[in-house]
């Protein structure tokens, strides 16, 4: 009887011999095998890969790490992610980035300090989900970092550990000359109920770029500010309806029934969306000075926002 | 009934100078959930033997040299 | 590879797991992890690193319930709702309090769900009374993450093997399962305390539109083995009339997720760019409307995106092009289609059996137990309602955790050896012809009999005209099918079950006489819902060689549902239609 009904791997050390093979594409084939076993013994054999003079090699480990953990992979990934092959180091980027285990940490901070920005980066984005402590301190220091690309890490670092002591930092990168750092940064402070946190929300609901101000006008709402009342009524005037609709639902969440007048223009927007989410604010909020504007959307030709009315007028009512 | 020989063609196509069937390697065999590819005896490299193809797509996206390419099935592109 | 040899091996193990999707490899995992002196199995038809409905993962969960969004009592609420109320709280209760510790231990696995800046979930609301949509933007390696946990946890798996029977014993119990070997015709007879069957949806039941076979909603793997096996074993099921139907982008036959669209402000509208559907979850109402909309001079229907801002329409892009159905940028590129200028025409799907979406399925309790003992079933082929790709992972734990208990309670139930000899006959009955009609011929005239009769809306003489001419498909498959390789042959074991899920489809939907669940069973000459008479379930199994439907009633909720709540659903439909 030769049938072989399960999946069986060689030895690790029998496997790993392809790996002196004189040709890449054996050493590559190798590689994938090794990552197959799942076992820990493998970790050190693809690391050696990693040094392999065939780039398309390196790149297949650094793939081939991604389905480990740890200290020993994350060790070898710091490799990976300074080669002088982008592919290379932008694939163990990514392996750092499926790292689970919050001792993957030590090996990764001291790249944070890297000459190289993409390292910087690539490091940070790993650490973050890692949620160590210890990398509070490089995460706080890259903040001020001189690539934008780093920054937005470092601010990951830095909030999903949700310290108060750095919300000062935080704040301060809200006026970052890159938008894609303020924008992250707004989105950051959601994890804090400060008044100075508040300030800096409402002022970003000033930021030249829209999307900065609909994430900052989103944040608002969901942490409940009430100062942010009237700041948020003068953006049911945004040049973007996009921020009017963040806006809108904001005033909702914070049932600010003093908006219901200023909110009620939204309800005529040629935008169904907006539409809807004004019905929906104006049903949170439950103030009847709303009733005569929503009945006449009873009949609205869009069944998302008659459905919304509906919704609300049963809020009024009851 | 006796059988005949329709032709059909196929969506997936291998690059012949990429593939590293020859050396071993056997991903997009392996990760087929319909089971239609296949490594020629006569090249050694990978080809579709049958014409079952969802476009599901893990035959390229695990190809380890991008040799694979899905193509949209002709009925419905 | 491929020529066929003759061999039979046998095997035994504490709990067979059947299906290496997503519900089977959660199961072998929970199995294992409970009792790690036990032998677990996990067999497969493809390959376990990317087999099943997600082998490309999946774009974000859409029935997620995580506290501070929703709550388990609100969700079973809305499932009961969205199912006309045929539903057995228990089990969706269950998921839905369990649900939120699996996406953690998910997340543990390195499967990614998003999170805001600060490092908690991004849940996204659709829904109107609870918050349900968390993204995934990793979500293609989650295949990659379950094979690696099985490894781990050394569950045996075997690739490449279909099995096509269940063996019960001669105590009643399931006993294990046959199965042959798709490279090489070779039988593996698998003896286990427990079975749990992880088998998917019967998703090559009708044709899609496009004529092309493989060209399914379903992952085309999923051709209802699951469906035929526990039938066949005397296993009830549960709703097989209320069919899965999607809306789907036209020709491509993939989704063009809504839902992920949604919380960005994409919708779904008719030819003059309005929003037609009253209702937000995709029930059978919805796709009533959906199919009214088609049919309508207001036809066809798209998805429409091209209003939002050009940044947030080609973010849509990016995620709907890289997850679950990839080649769907490829499908637009070849057609000169972009988001963000243009609409996407949609259509709805074929017909198929999937508890993911609708409620058909193998008749379960909330321990993922069948009412055969020692049976089990998770996943779109069980009956809990409206599961997607969690309710898979979470009854998949749930079925995995029992079935390794009830195992370690009881010993194997011997099963009648003649089973065997007849089951590989019968299997390899089409490879002893020379020649005949091959598997792809039969399986189209079935499809396309299942496109031209059974299709919505419901009517009773196409109906019993499809029985008869199915019976005549089933003399010449009986008789006349011919397979020249193992590849064909398994596609001729498909073919068996693609026949049987046919026949099951007339048979339960004449049984039901009334209409519910909108398009899924819209019988034209019983128009309207007959709570009276029908506000129960319709199980449907073997007796004495035939199928046989019966009424069970629904189990009292747990949830108590208010008469206006109740019809909430059904109210937008009436008003939709007037």
Same mark, same amino acid.
Request: glycine content about 8%.
């Given at each position: 009887m030769t049938l072989q009904p399960f999946e069986n791997f060689s030895d690790v050390e029998d496997l790993a011999v392809g790996l002196t093979d004189d040709d890449p594409a054996v050493r590559r084939v190798t590689v994938m095998e090794l990552a197959d076993t799942a076992a820990p013994e493998a970790i050190a054999h693809i690391g050696n890969a990693l040094k392999d003079g065939s780039a398309e090699v390196r790149l297949q480990a650094a793939i081939a790490l991604g389905e480990f953990d740890g200290a020993e992979t994350a060790a070898a990934l710091t490799i990976g992610l300074q080669d002088s092959d982008l592919r290379v180091a932008q694939a163990a980027a990514d392996s750092l980035a499926e790292m689970k285990d919050p001792q993957a940490a030590v090996p990764i901070l001291?790249?944070?300090?890297?000459?190289s920005a993409l390292v910087r980066a690539g490091a940070l984005r790993g650490l973050k989900e890692l949620r160590n402590p210890d990398a509070l301190a490089s995460g706080l220091k890259a903040l001020s970092d001189p690539e934008p690309e780093v920054r937005v890490q470092a601010i990951g670092v830095v909030a999903y550990l949700k310290p108060d002591e750095a919300l000062p930092a935080l704040i301060g990168r809200c006026r970052d000359t890159s938008p894609e750092v303020r924008r992250t940064a707004v989105g950051a402070l959601a994890f804090s109920a400060s008044p100075h946190v508040a300030d800096a929300l409402i002022g970003a609901l000033? #930021?030249?770029?829209w999307a900065v101000r609909e994430t900052a006008a989103e944040v608002l709402g969901r942490s409940g500010f009430r100062q942010a009342v009237d700041p948020l009524m003068v953006k049911l005037d945004d040049a973007f309806w996009q921020v009017r609709l963040k806006a809108v639902r904001s005033l909702g969440q914070l049932k600010a029934a003093k908006a219901v007048h200023a909110i009620a223009p939204a309800l005529n927007h040629q935008i169904g969306n907006l539409r809807k989410e004004a019905a929906a604010a104006l049903g949170e909020i439950a103030d009847g000075a709303a009733l005569v504007y929503l009945e006449k959307l009873? #009949? #609205?030709?869009d069944p998302d926002v008659r459905k919304n009315v509906r919704w609300a007028l049963s809020r009024i009512a009851g | 009934m006796p059988l005949a020989n329709t032709a059909t063609s196929v969506p997936v196509v291998v690059d012949e100078g990429k593939c590293i069937a020859d050396k071993g390697c056997t991903v997009c065999v392996d990760v087929c959930p319909l089971d239609v590819l296949r490594i020629s005896d006569l090249t050694g490299k990978a080809y579709m033997k049958y014409d079952e193809c969802w476009y599901c797509m893990p035959c390229e996206a695990d190809c380890p040299t991008g040799a694979v390419t899905v193509n949209i099935p002709y009925l419905l592109k | 590879m491929d020529d066929i040899r003759s061999g039979l091996s046998e095997v035994e193990c504490d709990v067979l797991v059947i299906g290496g999707g997503t519900a089977g490899p959660m199961a072998a995992y929970k199995a294992r992890k409970k009792n790690p002196e036990a032998t677990v199995i996990l067999l497969e038809? /493809?390959?376990?690193k990317r087999s099943g409905a997600i082998s490309m993962g999946m774009d974000g969960l859409n029935n997620a319930v995580i506290p501070g969004h929703s709550t388990p009592e609100q969700y079973t609420k809305e499932i009961t709702i969205a199912n006309d109320g045929i539903c057995d709280q228990a089990a969706v209760y269950k998921y839905a309090q369990n649900c939120y510790s699996i996406i953690q231990e998910l997340d543990q696995f390195g499967i990614r769900f998003q999170k805001d800046e600060t490092g908690e979930y991004d849940v996204k609301k659709v829904h109107h009374m609870g918050t349900y949509v968390l993204p995934m933007p990793n979500g293609d390696t989650v295949k990659k993450a379950l094979y690696r946990q099985l490894r781990r946890m050394r569950v045996l798996i075997s690739n490449r093997f279909m099995a096509t029977r269940l063996l019960t014993g001669k105590r009643g119990r399931a006993a294990g399962a046959i199965a042959v070997n798709t490279r090489s015709g070779e039988f593996l007879v698998i003896r286990a305390k427990a079975v749990i069957m992880c088998?998917?949806? /019967?998703?090559?039941l009708g044709l899609p539109t496009s004529g092309y076979l493989f060209g399914t909603y379903e992952n085309a793997a999923n051709s209802g083995e699951g469906y035929a096996m526990a039938y066949h074993a005397g296993a009830k099921l549960a709703n097989l009339e209320c069919f899965q139907i999607n809306p789907l982008i036209k020709d491509y036959n993939g989704p063009a997720c809504a839902y992920v669209a949604g919380p960005f402000g994409g919708y779904t509208a008719n030819s003059r760019n309005e929003r037609f559907i009253e209702c937000d979850y995709w029930s059978g109402q919805m796709m009533q409307e959906f199919y009214n909309e088609l049919m309508s001079g207001k036809g066809p229907v798209f998805l429409k995106l091209n209003h939002l801002h050009e940044d947030t329409a080609n973010h849509i892009e990016q995620i709907l092009h890289t997850v679950e159905r990839p080649t769907r940028g490829r499908f637009h590129d070849g057609r000169g289609t972009k988001y963000a200028r243009d609409m996407i025409e949609m259509h709805i799907s074929e017909i198929g059996f999937c508890s993911g979406h609708s409620a058909s399925g193998v008749y379960v309790d909330e321990f993922a137990r069948t009412t055969i003992p020692g049976l089990y079933a998770a996943g779109d082929m069980a009956s809990v309602p409206h599961n997607y790709m969690l309710g898979a992972f979470t009854n998949g734990a749930v079925a995995g955790e029992d079935a390794i208990d009830f195992a370690a309670e009881v010993d194997f139930d011997d099963y009648d050896g003649e089973a065997i000899a007849v089951e590989r006959e019968r299997v390899l009955a089409p490879t002893r012809?020379?020649?005949?009609?091959?598997p792809n011929q039969i399986e189209y005239k079935i499809r396309r009999l299942v496109n031209d009769y059974l299709q919505p809306p419901k009517v009773t003489k196409k109906y019993e005209i499809c029985q008869a001419r199915l019976a005549e498909v089933r003399e010449d498959m009986e008789n006349a099918m011919v397979a020249r390789d193992a590849h064909e042959l398994m596609r001729a074991a498909e073919v068996a079950s693609i026949l049987d899920c046919a026949d099951m489809a007339a048979f339960a939907s004449l049984f039901r006489q009334e209409s519910r669940w909108g398009l899924y069973h819209w019988r034209v000459d019983h128009p309207e819902r007959d709570d009276e008479a029908w506000n129960c379930h319709v199980l449907l199994s073997k007796m004495d060689g035939a199928m046989s439907c019966e009424k069970r009633a629904v189990q009292p909720y747990i949830i108590p549902i208010a008469d206006d709540e109740k019809d909430a659903y059904y109210n937008q439909r009436v008003r939709a239609q007037a």
């Amino acid at each position: 009887m030769t049938l072989q009904p399960f999946e069986n791997f060689s030895d690790v050390e029998d496997l790993a011999v392809g790996l002196t093979d004189d040709d890449p594409a054996v050493r590559r084939v190798t590689v994938m095998e090794l990552a197959d076993t799942a076992a820990p013994e493998a970790i050190a054999h693809i690391g050696n890969a990693l040094k392999d003079g065939s780039a398309e090699v390196r790149l297949q480990a650094a793939i081939a790490l991604g389905e480990f953990d740890g200290a020993e992979t994350a060790a070898a990934l710091t490799i990976g992610l300074q080669d002088s092959d982008l592919r290379v180091a932008q694939a163990a980027a990514d392996s750092l980035a499926e790292m689970k285990d919050p001792q993957a940490a030590v090996p990764i901070l001291p790249l944070t300090q890297h000459e190289s920005a993409l390292v910087r980066a690539g490091a940070l984005r790993g650490l973050k989900e890692l949620r160590n402590p210890d990398a509070l301190a490089s995460g706080l220091k890259a903040l001020s970092d001189p690539e934008p690309e780093v920054r937005v890490q470092a601010i990951g670092v830095v909030a999903y550990l949700k310290p108060d002591e750095a919300l000062p930092a935080l704040i301060g990168r809200c006026r970052d000359t890159s938008p894609e750092v303020r924008r992250t940064a707004v989105g950051a402070l959601a994890f804090s109920a400060s008044p100075h946190v508040a300030d800096a929300l409402i002022g970003a609901l000033r #930021d030249e770029d829209w999307a900065v101000r609909e994430t900052a006008a989103e944040v608002l709402g969901r942490s409940g500010f009430r100062q942010a009342v009237d700041p948020l009524m003068v953006k049911l005037d945004d040049a973007f309806w996009q921020v009017r609709l963040k806006a809108v639902r904001s005033l909702g969440q914070l049932k600010a029934a003093k908006a219901v007048h200023a909110i009620a223009p939204a309800l005529n927007h040629q935008i169904g969306n907006l539409r809807k989410e004004a019905a929906a604010a104006l049903g949170e909020i439950a103030d009847g000075a709303a009733l005569v504007y929503l009945e006449k959307l009873v #009949d #609205d030709a869009d069944p998302d926002v008659r459905k919304n009315v509906r919704w609300a007028l049963s809020r009024i009512a009851g | 009934m006796p059988l005949a020989n329709t032709a059909t063609s196929v969506p997936v196509v291998v690059d012949e100078g990429k593939c590293i069937a020859d050396k071993g390697c056997t991903v997009c065999v392996d990760v087929c959930p319909l089971d239609v590819l296949r490594i020629s005896d006569l090249t050694g490299k990978a080809y579709m033997k049958y014409d079952e193809c969802w476009y599901c797509m893990p035959c390229e996206a695990d190809c380890p040299t991008g040799a694979v390419t899905v193509n949209i099935p002709y009925l419905l592109k | 590879m491929d020529d066929i040899r003759s061999g039979l091996s046998e095997v035994e193990c504490d709990v067979l797991v059947i299906g290496g999707g997503t519900a089977g490899p959660m199961a072998a995992y929970k199995a294992r992890k409970k009792n790690p002196e036990a032998t677990v199995i996990l067999l497969e038809k /493809a390959n376990v690193k990317r087999s099943g409905a997600i082998s490309m993962g999946m774009d974000g969960l859409n029935n997620a319930v995580i506290p501070g969004h929703s709550t388990p009592e609100q969700y079973t609420k809305e499932i009961t709702i969205a199912n006309d109320g045929i539903c057995d709280q228990a089990a969706v209760y269950k998921y839905a309090q369990n649900c939120y510790s699996i996406i953690q231990e998910l997340d543990q696995f390195g499967i990614r769900f998003q999170k805001d800046e600060t490092g908690e979930y991004d849940v996204k609301k659709v829904h109107h009374m609870g918050t349900y949509v968390l993204p995934m933007p990793n979500g293609d390696t989650v295949k990659k993450a379950l094979y690696r946990q099985l490894r781990r946890m050394r569950v045996l798996i075997s690739n490449r093997f279909m099995a096509t029977r269940l063996l019960t014993g001669k105590r009643g119990r399931a006993a294990g399962a046959i199965a042959v070997n798709t490279r090489s015709g070779e039988f593996l007879v698998i003896r286990a305390k427990a079975v749990i069957m992880c088998m998917g949806a /019967a998703g090559r039941l009708g044709l899609p539109t496009s004529g092309y076979l493989f060209g399914t909603y379903e992952n085309a793997a999923n051709s209802g083995e699951g469906y035929a096996m526990a039938y066949h074993a005397g296993a009830k099921l549960a709703n097989l009339e209320c069919f899965q139907i999607n809306p789907l982008i036209k020709d491509y036959n993939g989704p063009a997720c809504a839902y992920v669209a949604g919380p960005f402000g994409g919708y779904t509208a008719n030819s003059r760019n309005e929003r037609f559907i009253e209702c937000d979850y995709w029930s059978g109402q919805m796709m009533q409307e959906f199919y009214n909309e088609l049919m309508s001079g207001k036809g066809p229907v798209f998805l429409k995106l091209n209003h939002l801002h050009e940044d947030t329409a080609n973010h849509i892009e990016q995620i709907l092009h890289t997850v679950e159905r990839p080649t769907r940028g490829r499908f637009h590129d070849g057609r000169g289609t972009k988001y963000a200028r243009d609409m996407i025409e949609m259509h709805i799907s074929e017909i198929g059996f999937c508890s993911g979406h609708s409620a058909s399925g193998v008749y379960v309790d909330e321990f993922a137990r069948t009412t055969i003992p020692g049976l089990y079933a998770a996943g779109d082929m069980a009956s809990v309602p409206h599961n997607y790709m969690l309710g898979a992972f979470t009854n998949g734990a749930v079925a995995g955790e029992d079935a390794i208990d009830f195992a370690a309670e009881v010993d194997f139930d011997d099963y009648d050896g003649e089973a065997i000899a007849v089951e590989r006959e019968r299997v390899l009955a089409p490879t002893r012809r020379e020649d005949g009609i091959p598997p792809n011929q039969i399986e189209y005239k079935i499809r396309r009999l299942v496109n031209d009769y059974l299709q919505p809306p419901k009517v009773t003489k196409k109906y019993e005209i499809c029985q008869a001419r199915l019976a005549e498909v089933r003399e010449d498959m009986e008789n006349a099918m011919v397979a020249r390789d193992a590849h064909e042959l398994m596609r001729a074991a498909e073919v068996a079950s693609i026949l049987d899920c046919a026949d099951m489809a007339a048979f339960a939907s004449l049984f039901r006489q009334e209409s519910r669940w909108g398009l899924y069973h819209w019988r034209v000459d019983h128009p309207e819902r007959d709570d009276e008479a029908w506000n129960c379930h319709v199980l449907l199994s073997k007796m004495d060689g035939a199928m046989s439907c019966e009424k069970r009633a629904v189990q009292p909720y747990i949830i108590p549902i208010a008469d206006d709540e109740k019809d909430a659903y059904y109210n937008q439909r009436v008003r939709a239609q007037a």
